[in-house]
């Protein structure tokens, strides 16, 4: 095979024996510190532990699963790529001529364009309109905005993953750069500063942050906190990793720096090791990821490097670690569901679409950040 098609052995799968092992390690260590001291967010509960370990199961299995189920409908690549673009093309339509009916019949009759909390809307101001056309056309805007979005957003997910594939990217690379030390070294770098970026998109853009979210669901923070794993990076735009290929660099060293990344990641997930001192300076470390898992004010969106803590002190978002950190989310999900864990923000940003009157609300309620969306349901349910 070409020095481009070799795939290394998945560091992230070799070390599942290091995994459990450091688990049952710190499992015990925070045994007998809660003898001592009591009970902490640290501690093993059973339940978290298990739907910790079912979200890493499905991250591992996903990215050999999703990608055979939508290669038929990739634009550029599969069969069915015509359909769903016709698909979403037709939404797009349909939607659009609906809102122009629910404006047009709002002004008309000077009723709001947004359907009344209770249902009731009273009395018509003006010319007599017809509800039950009002009311369908609500319906189809509500249900075509929904499949609009979602088959647009697949749509444009699975062409960005196809043209920005390794594989691609490598044969149009600008340079070849080998291999070695130094090469792997680049490689680890490189990945990590893709990595901050990327990382900081999942916390300011709601698509991306509805597949991330998994990751901060459990309201407590060890080593098992690590392997909570995302399962939908399929519907996500990420920066491709693979522009270091473009670079020069090939595929299989890229891949082994993410598999140093993630292996990296692993033992920062943990309440028993304090601060590290002058290695912190560049280093991420335990008490930095602590502060990135934390729901309090201060902590929110911040600390998003893997390796090198560096990015975060260049670009702005660096936190260090003060009061003691709240883990989970603002509003937690109380669940233990894997399902729901990694379902919950998407059905959330259905309901959202669904209840949107424009284009403009739709699109924010989906790329905009998170708490763009809870600032904007406030004021539509204050004004309603």
Known sequence: MTRAGRRPRDLTVAAVPFYFGSMVVEHLVLKRRAERRGAS???YERRDTLASLAMGTGSLLAPLLVPKVLRPITPGRGRYAKVLVGAAAAAVAATTVADAVVRRSARRAGAPTRPPADGF??????PAIDERAVEAARKVASAGG????ALGGLAVTTTWASRTSADRLWRR???DLGSGPVVLLLAVVGWDFIYYWNHRFMHESRYMWADHVVHHSSE????????????ADALGTFLPYSALCLLGISPATVQTARGINLLYQFWIHTETIGRLGPSEAVLNSPSHHRVHHGSNRQYLDRNHGSILIVWDRLFGTFEPEGEPVVYGLTKNIDTFNPARIAGHEYADIVRDVASSTGWAERISYVVRGPGWATAHRAEVAAAG
């Open 41 to 43: 967010a640290g501690d």
């Open 121 to 126: 809307h009273g009395a018509a101001h003006g």
């Open 146 to 149: 929904v499949a609009a979005v």
């Open 173 to 175: 690379r600008l340079l």
């Open 220 to 231: 407590r923070y060890n080593l098992s906190t690590a392997l909570r794993q995302p399962v």
